[in-house]
């Protein structure tokens, strides 16, 4: 995945003096008030905001994703309070509007704005990779959720802190993002057709500035804290079967996380292409990551991976991300939920749960499900994991054959265990099992308060707006 607003230096006469190419620059930041940063900021206000530190602390109560995903807990950095919608109700009408007459066209829509872009910031071009299927259209689905959001702070925040923490990777700057909107509400302009209007533009306007407000000062914040990358390299490697590899890391810095966080990663054979992957295991000592990779059929960076990384190969990291983290002071019995190749971030939380003490929890259930019974990776090790853990039961399923005590649908096998309304659900797997266990774990009366997962990059607005994410997209680990 490329950057949104990648990093190209200062104006030209910065940039000489640093010595950099010849070619001009994005933004300019040097104060002489004459370049793009300086004459845009007037249509994208949200330079001026306040900074973090001007405003009183207002903790959310609900944390991220409160609808459909779990809240933040205060183990997870990086969320910030907003005391109210920073944009008025009649924008939000507008913009809303709006997102109906576009939402058919987002795949066009999105490469008309990056041809703005790269027309406008030929520069820029290299920063992203040359394959822009994934990009475009997940590009344009972010902006878009921000948007919808701007009547929710919580979420709001949460989702745009989260993309500008990412984005610092690819040297995103503050000044950057006043560029993407003039390319995106160009791009909004054209597909909109007649319903585009001054004052739906100026709704518009405002309604990104406040996201990208967010947006750049959780960056800020978040680089007073940790590097924008941490280098590493592979220091194992096993193949674990049916296209699986075993990968151990060893970053030059100590990389912190929480178990159940997710890490992008960038390879050198596919440079520009960052894909998500789960440690399959508690923070250790070492700093040490080992993730479990899945090559999928033209996934370059997975393929890579698993067929092409031999030890000592760099990779960069990205920070941890994600909410899908354990809750402090636990009274509820857990419940796990792993489909195909989910189960590395769910392993990784029953290692907490074995490594901190169960506690008051009487019952931590675990079920994996697949396909078929070859695609169980994993459930021998996890079956291992109950026979030392006195309170882990495990549960396998598989959806497309036919095995005694096996058959059947995760949603299917958690119906027939249940119920679960005192539980603490984790649920990590592909979209499609995710949706079905979510709404089978609602029906049978679990709070969605206590249902946990990550929505990954995949906005609630993917249904209307276009086709699933590729396989390399979602495959995890």
Known sequence: MGPLWPDAGCCPRTASARGSSALPSLLCRCGNGSCLASTMTGRFDFMRLPSLHDRPPEPAEGGSWAATASPAP???PGHIAVSR????????ALVRASL????????????????ILFARYPQVRDLFPADLDVQRERL???LLRIVELVDDPDNLVAFCSRLG?????????????PAVGECLLQALAQYAGPAWSPALEAAWQRAYSAAAGVMARAAEEDARERPAVWDAHIVEHVHRGNGIAEITVQPQQPYPFVAGQYVTVETPWAPRHWRQYSPAHAPRPSSELTFHVRAVPGGKVSNGL??????????????PEGDMVLRPNRQRDLLFVAGGTGLAPIRALIEEVARDGVGNVQEVSLFIGARTADELYGLNDMLRMSQR?????VRAAVSHERIAGLEGTLPEVLAEFGPWYRHEAYLCGPPQMLGDAVQALRRHGVPPQHIHYDPWDTPVLTAPLGPPPSDEETDEL
């Open 100 to 115: 109906e007459v576009v939402g058919p066209y987002v795949a066009e829509l999105a490469g008309h704005f990056y041809s």
């Open 306 to 319: 698993v067929h092409h990384a031999r030890l000592g190969d760099p990779l960069r990291l990205g920070p």
């Open 140 to 142: 344009v689905r972010g």
């Open 85 to 92: 919608p920073p944009v008025s109700a009649e924008d939000i």
């Open 165 to 177: 923490r990412g984005h610092r990777k690819f040297g995103t700057q503050s000044a950057h993002y």
């Open 389 to 393: 853990y006195h309170w882990l039961r």
């Open 74 to 76: 205060p183990a997870v």
